[in-house]
């Protein structure tokens, strides 16, 4: 007997049956409180009070709260529609920001509730990747460059430098196209801002080395100016972007965000998103792999690793020059003005000086080749090169 039909004979026994309450009870077997249920709701209600009803509470007092599961889609969608991570973690970070918030897993089915997000269980768990960090910021630098078009279907080329430790965006800007000058100049403007780095890692790109370029071309000015500065150059293996497994992966965030910005007409706009941008991933953009952290937090949380010349309180100093008429450059030390030696031969010549107390670097910004190295004579105001 079904138990719609129960509870019929059930209330008709009492009612027309001639049965009392306690008869019917022990009859059917079931208690005198739920014969008066049954009684009350014929009576208001006739048969089709007796359908069997969902024993689901009406109410529960641990439920999300209507206004905060409309909170967590409104923020789904303007997470998505930003070009940002837009899941239930990247949810959880930022209800944070404004007091409680529910937990990720009440999110997620929030988010699975309202067809917001599709249960992918085909999907590799994240708990089977090996994860290979850097122990310390600067320890280890990636850098790649990829494509993003302006408005007018032109091409342009992103060079990125990220921390391999904190995944912090230490230079990320357009050029029309990346050669090894700029390579070399986006590298010491970012060793300027945030010192230099232990070691680098990027693949085989010939702007980044010619280890492997056919013909024997020897090193290039990259390879020369890490080589003199003690930062060991790492590249990953040919046809194995893995290797390189950070970088590429914040390109894909990268791009997921410039879509969903307006298309930009000129290197200088697409630069000016690319600092917002910037400025986003960095400080705003918790990250998974980093415990739910900035980038930011991450980079400034431990001391930061340095080349193996470097010791104690050194500092190589950047700054931008060209070659004089007379084949010299000319800094201030030690409270005078010293003239390094160059070359006539590379008179009007730019070049980016490195100084480190007494030593210098001086290198092309064309080509990134190494003119001259110095080391400082207190007693003299001409340096010749070494």
Known sequence: MTS?????????????????????????????????????????????????????PQHSPSATPVDVQATILQ??????????????????????????????????????????VTPQPQKRPRSSYIRFEAAQPNETWQSDFTHWPLADGSDTEIIS??????????????????????????????????????????????????????????????????????????????????TQGKIERFHQTLKQWLRRQPAPTTIAQLNSQLATFQHIYNDERPHRALHRRTPAEAYQALPKAEPQLRSGNEHWRVRYDNVDSGGTI???????????G??????????????NGPETIVTTRTTGEILAEHTINPDKNYQAKK
């Open 75 to 116: 923020l789904r969608d303007s997470l998505t529609s930003a070009g940002l991570d837009a899941g239930a973690e990247s949810i959880h970070d930022r209800l944070k920001r404004d007091g409680a918030s529910p937990s990720v897993p009440t999110i997620w089915r929030i988010l699975r509730a309202a067809g917001a």
């Open 161 to 242: 430098w990220l921390d391999d430790h904190a995944r912090y965006l230490l230079h990320c800007v357009a050029h029309h196209r990346i050669t090894g000058t700029i390579v070399v100049t986006s590298f010491t403007v970012t060793a300027n801002e945030h010192g230099l780095p232990a070691s680098t890692l990027t693949d085989n790109g010939m702007v980044y080395t010619t280890r492997f370029a056919r013909g024997g071309s020897g090193p290039n000015g990259f390879e020369q100016l890490l080589n003199r500065l003690g930062i060991t150059q790492k590249n990953g293996s040919p046809s194995h972007p893995q």
């Open 342 to 355: 160059i070359g006539r031969a590379h008179t009007n010549t730019p070049v980016i000086l490195l100084m």
């Open 4 to 56: 719609r039909n129960q509870n019929r004979v059930i209330v008709l026994s009492v009612v027309n049956g001639g049965l009392s309450v306690g008869e019917t009870a022990i009859r059917f077997g079931v208690s005198r409180q739920w014969i008066y249920t049954l009684l009350a709701r014929y009576r208001e209600e006739g048969e089709k009070g007796l359908e069997t009803r969902s024993r689901r």
């Open 330 to 340: 000319t800094v201030r030390y030690a409270g005078k003005l010293r003239h390094l």
